[in-house]
């Protein structure tokens, strides 16, 4: 007779702090919160933790700069478009932040994993599923932008090297480029609060 233990199927949820358990396959915006979203985020590292500083630098960090940039290169932009900018990073909150060479290695299913996660955190805030190409666009540009400062100000990359993995960045206001010149990892609780702050200005 088989134990329960080698009939039960393999967990395929997570639970959260806040108490809700998301089903990863089958992901449901009732159980997204952004609390969950923010804690998380916090405690990812960004280049696999190898970044310069007392603190990793995190998803958070990084998706508060994408926010940044996209607003600084598109000042009309509504809030929702700065919300979607703020989460586009958001499933790395359940499935952590994988390097882009091993996303490319795990095939088109681990992309398809990730967006199917992201559509259900758009719903959960009011936002469409999938971006319009116009904002996706937008929000990658930024990314890039974001992947080049944190490249060459804490991982390590020399300019060469971040311009022929992320391009050259253009077209943000000399304010901007002050900023993301002098990147500084920021404690997890920190980041956290500043991650929630900004969430709470796009989402009301």
Wanted: net charge neutral; no cysteine; glycine share 6%.
């Amino acid at each position: 007779m088989q134990s329960l233990v080698s009939n039960m199927s393999p967990r395929a949820w997570q639970r959260m702090l806040s108490g809700r358990r998301l089903d990863l396959l089958d992901p449901s915006p009732l159980d997204i919160e952004i609390a969950d979203i923010a804690h998380g985020l916090a405690r990812v590292a960004r280049w696999n933790g190898q970044t310069d500083g007392e603190h990793a630098f995190s998803v958070a960090e990084h998706s508060l700069l994408v926010e940044a940039i996209v607003g600084d290169l598109e000042p009309a932009l509504d809030r929702k478009a700065r919300l979607a900018a703020l989460i586009h990073d958001a499933p790395e909150y359940v499935v952590g932040d994988l390097i882009s060479p091993f996303k490319a290695a795990l095939s088109l299913d681990y992309r398809a994993f990730e967006a199917k996660l992201l559509a259900a955190i758009h719903l959960r805030f009011g936002l469409p599923p999938e971006l319009s190409p116009p904002a996706a666009k937008l929000i990658k540009r930024a990314d890039k932008i974001a992947a080049y400062y944190e490249a060459t100000g804490l991982a390590g990359f020399s300019r060469a090297e971040a311009r022929r993995f992320f391009g050259q960045p253009r077209g943000l206001s000399p304010a901007l480029v002050n900023r993301l010149s002098h990147l500084s990892p920021l404690p997890a609780a920190e980041v956290e609060v500043k991650f929630l702050r900004r969430f709470d200005e796009f989402a009301r």
